[in-house]
C-alpha cells in the first residue's frame, strides 16, 4: 500500500480494510482442518438445504402465516419448558448448581403457573433463560468435539453433539410417549414452530453468505464455543494481537 495513503486512514478505515484482508483470505482458503469430511458433509448439506426450500421453508410459512402471535408464542414458550428439563440436568452434570436452583425454580413455576409452560411465567419474574445440553457437558467432562459433521434432517454437528442430542432426547418427556403417531407430531410442531422463529435469520443468510456452507460451519463452531464457555470463549493469540494494536491506534 502507497505510505501516503495508509497514512491518509482513519483508525476506523484501517479496520474495515483490515476485516476485509481476513474474510477475502478466509474465502480463499481450502479445506479446513476440522472439517475432513467436507465432500461427504457438502452432500448432506446439499441435502438439507433442497429439503428446507422446497419443503420446511413454504410450511413454515403457512405456519407462520395462519397462526396468531400469541398461539405461535405459546407453542415455542412449551417446548421451550419442556427443553428446561435437559438444561437443569445438565447444570447439575457441569456442577452449576446455583444455575441449576435457577433453573430448576424457572420449570416448576412455567409448569404450574404457566399452565404446563404456555406462558413464560418465569421470565417475567426474572428467571433468565440458559441454554445447556448435553453436548456441552461433554465438553466440560474434557471430551473433544471431533470432525466437523452434517447429519440429514439435522443439520450442522460432531460427534460429540450427536451423542449430546441422542442423550438429551432421553431426557424430554415427549420420547416416552407411547403412541409413536404422537411422539412425531409434537417433534413435527416443534420443528415448524423452529423454523419459523427463524426464517428472518435464515433469509439475511442466504443474501449475505457466498459460501453458505462454511458460513454455517464457521457459525456452528463460534455458537459451539460461546455456549460452552457461557458467553466468554478465549481469544486466540492473532486476534489478541489485533485487538491491541486496533485499541493503539484509537
Known amino acids: 500500500m502507497d505510505n501516503n495513503l495508509e497514512k491518509s486512514m482513519t483508525p476506523w478505515r484501517r479496520v474495515v480494510v483490515l476485516l476485509a484482508t481476513l ?19 457438502r ?19 403457512g405456519y407462520q402465516w395462519v397462526t396468531p402471535e400469541f398461539v405461535d408464542q405459546g407453542v415455542t414458550n412449551f417446548f421451550d419448558n419442556l427443553n428446561d428439563i435437559a438444561v437443569t440436568a445438565n447444570d447439575l452434570f457441569q456442577f452449576k448448581f446455583k444455575q441449576g436452583g435457577q433453573d430448576m425454580a424457572r420449570l416448576l413455576l412455567n409448569t404450574t403457573l404457566g399452565i404446563g409452560g404456555i406462558v413464560d411465567v ?19 467432562w474434557g471430551v473433544p468435539y471431533g470432525p466437523y459433521l452434517v447429519l440429514p434432517f439435522l443439520g450442522p454437528s460432531s460427534p460429540r453433539d450427536a451423542v449430546g442430542s441422542a442423550a438429551d432426547g432421553f431426557m424430554n418427556p415427549i420420547s416416552y410417549t ?27 443468510l442466504d443474501e449475505a453468505a457466498l459460501d453458505k456452507y462454511a458460513f454455517m460451519r464457521n457459525a456452528y463452531f463460534q455458537r459451539r464455543e460461546y455456549l460452552i464457555y457461557d458467553g466468554e470463549p478465549p481469544l486466540d493469540d492473532e486476534f489478541e494481537k489485533f485487538e491491541q494494536e486496533l485499541e493503539e491506534e484509537l
Open 23 to 41: 474474510a477475502l483470505n478466509g474465502c480463499a482458503t481450502q479445506g479446513d482442518s476440522r472439517d475432513p469430511w467436507e465432500p461427504f458433509n
Open 43 to 61: 452432500g448432506v448439506f446439499r441435502f438439507n438445504d433442497t429439503l428446507d426450500t422446497y419443503v420446511m421453508k413454504p410450511i413454515a410459512k
Open 122 to 140: 418465569a421470565t417475567e419474574v426474572g428467571l433468565v433463560k440458559h441454554n445447556e445440553d448435553f453436548g456441552q457437558t461433554l465438553a466440560v
Open 178 to 204: 407411547p403412541l409413536w403417531a404422537v411422539r412425531i407430531g409434537f417433534f413435527g410442531v416443534k420443528t415448524i414452530d423452529f423454523r419459523a422463529d427463524n426464517l428472518s435469520a435464515t433469509e439475511i
